[in-house]
């Protein structure tokens, strides 16, 4: 019999999706047998990979997405599993990741009227009224499968979704019956289900951006995500180069320009300073961003002009936002900086300007990059996450992908890896922790001829399920290494507590609960769950044949390896 289950994992199949993560339950018979019958007879199905958690088998999705730009399929168990899919579903909301979740949902029959129907007492208590509506505010589609007969057009239809901008997470639901009934087979045409993308500028508007740039005295652009596409890095790099434009990068993503570009002007997260590169500008020119400055401490000076493109510039799922922009245009990126570039080559422009410009932002780049390389050594024996930041880079080639969840180190990370590649560095695009193993697993999995590095900080590695992500990185030979920035808890909290009560009763206490002293061994989690190799430093001396180490186990041994390496106590 060909059942709507076959006929569910036949539409993934379709659509190019290769692995399954799955964390399964009584609602998945129909899947299940799917499976099973699949790899009896040789048909050809998604691979599944067993996750023992859900929030991980989420962020390996979002993880394989990241790297092959396609979606992946998490299949969880009813609403349970749907609320542990917990924050991952925000990350990839928020970061713009596609990823197709199904969760079954309880028979709705229950006394054998259909296949499928309740044979087991937690049908009765996993039942609820809105299970979709526990994830639909972090959707860009859902439904319910209400039946086998046109289960593949749904698959499509919410796959589309996800690959159509902004690119997002969708869900489906079907219930026990609907996956046991009989299907039809459809013939279908994946590439009549491409997905939408946004659109390109319109020509009137590329000569006003264009105009604004060249005749500024001090242009910037200010970007987030661009580098998600890496095709649009060359262009952003030729505009800039082309006019004397500024780069800096707010809450970076990805590589969005080359750090080590003299027009690069590095990039700012929570940092309390007014940022100069921002203050001094006359044109702003914000690429996809979704935070772009913190008004309450660094801000265009008032009479900046300031345009925006954006797939989203209207932020649709913010409820709070705007940026004081004269102009914002839905458009990808990529396209309208080619737009750009071309409507450049009939312009005149002022080449003693540009040379002005570049200048300019030439002394700035190098005066930044001259303080930050004094502050890569280690502070006695006591490792720096400077320092720490330095020394991985030296092992980081044309080969590597860092994923960075490395919390109040993201820019200590930035500014010492001195990354230039585009697609080279991911972060969880959101900002619900615990991102960066799972993703690992995924990326790995997608570009499985490249070094994963994944560098995070140890509340955000207890948050990543390291016993579930070490199990699958062996059980999937998915070496990557695991570098964890141990400054005994978490930082960030006690940062945030301090900006707002800098002289209060937490300022002088010793513990604000954040915490984490005497710390589990990190290492050791991921030796007992997955045999990595694990390696503790808590001197600067023992930190480069740590790494050595390590990076051997995970290029020569496939093996994964997890260095807990001590820092500064927060
Ligand atoms: C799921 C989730 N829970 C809690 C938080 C709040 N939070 C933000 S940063 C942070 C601390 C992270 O610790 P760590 O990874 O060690 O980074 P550090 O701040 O120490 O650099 C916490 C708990 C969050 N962002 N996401
Ligand atoms: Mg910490």
């Not at 659109?199 to 590329?206: L, N, R």
């Amino acid at each position: 019999m060909y059942s709507a289950s076959m006929a569910f994992l036949e539409a993934l199949t379709e659509a190019g999706v290769s692995y399954v993560f799955a964390n399964l339950g009584s609602d998945h018979p129909g899947l299940v047998e799917a499976f099973a019958e699949a790899r009896a007879t040789g048909r050809k199905v998604p691979e599944m990979v067993t996750c023992p958690n859900e929030m991980v088998a989420m962020s390996a999705a979002q993880g394989f997405a990241q790297g092959s730009g396609r979606a992946q399929a998490v299949f969880v168990h009813v609403e349970c599993g749907t609320q542990a899919l917990g924050g991952a579903i925000h990350n990839a909301a928020k970061g713009r990741h596609p990823v197709l979740i199904f969760a079954g949902a309880s028979p709705y029959t229950q006394e054998g009227e259909l296949k499928g129907s309740r044979n087991e007492f937690i049908q009765w208590i996993q039942d609820v009224f809105d299970q979709r509506g526990l994830v639909r505010g972090y959707m860009r589609y859902d439904n319910e499968l209400r039946s086998g007969r046109n289960i593949k057009q749904m698959v499509h239809r919410a796959l589309q979704f996800a690959h159509s901008d902004p690119k997002g997470p969708v869900y489906l639901m079907g219930p026990r019956e609907v996956m046991e009934e009989a299907a039809t087979p459809a013939a279908i045409d994946p590439a009549l289900w491409r997905p939408v993308g946004a659109g390109a500028m319109a020509d009137e508007d590329i000569g006003e951006l264009a105009d604004a740039l060249v005749n500024a005295r001090r242009p910037l652009v200010v970007t987030s995500y661009l580098g998600r596409n890496p095709a649009a890095v060359g262009e952003l790099t030729l505009l800039c180069r082309r006019l004397g434009i500024g780069v800096h990068e707010s809450v970076p993503n990805y590589l969005n320009f080359p750090t080590g570009d003299p027009l690069y002007q590095g990039n700012q997260w929570n940092e309390p300073v007014q940022n100069e590169a921002l203050a001094e500008a006359d044109a702003i020119l914000v690429l996809d961003s979704d935070v772009p400055w913190i008004p309450v401490v660094s801000r265009p000076r008032r009479e900046a002009r300031i345009f925006h493109i954006d797939v989203d510039p209207l932020k649709q799922q913010m409820p709070l936002w705007y940026i004081g922009a004269e102009r914002a245009f839905r458009a990808d990126s990529h396209r309208a900086l080619r737009q750009l570039n071309a409507r450049l080559d009939g312009m005149a422009i002022d080449q003693a300007r540009v040379e002005e410009r570049a200048a300019h932002y030439a002394a700035r780049h190098q005066a930044r990059r001259r303080a930050l390389d004094a502050r890569a050594k280690p502070d006695g024996d006591t490792v720096t996450p400077e320092y720490l930041t330095a020394c991985i880079r030296r092992h980081v080639d044309a080969e590597t992908i860092v994923l960075s969840e490395g919390i109040s180190n993201y820019p200590v990370i930035i500014d010492h890896l001195q990354l230039a590649r585009p697609g080279s560095l991911f972060t969880s695009g959101g900002g619900s922790l615990g991102w960066n193993g799972g993703a690992a697993v995924g990326m790995k999995l997608a570009r499985p001829e490249k070094t994963v590095m994944a560098l995070c900080g140890d509340g955000s590695y207890m948050f990543s399920i390291p016993s579930t992500v070490h199990w699958m990185a062996r059980q999937y030979r998915t070496p990557f290494l695991q570098v964890v920035y141990n400054n005994r808890g978490w930082k960030s909290p006690k940062l945030s507590a301090l900006a707002i009560h800098p002289d209060g009763y937490a300022s002088r206490a010793n513990d604000v609960g954040s915490s984490f002293d005497p710390p589990p061994d990190y290492a050791g989690i991921a030796a007992a769950a997955g045999g990595a190799l694990a390696r503790t430093v808590k001197r600067a001396d023992e930190l480069e044949g740590a790494l050595a180490d390590a990076m051997a186990a995970v290029k020569h041994e496939g093996r994964a390896a997890v260095l807990d390496v001590w820092l500064p106590h927060l």
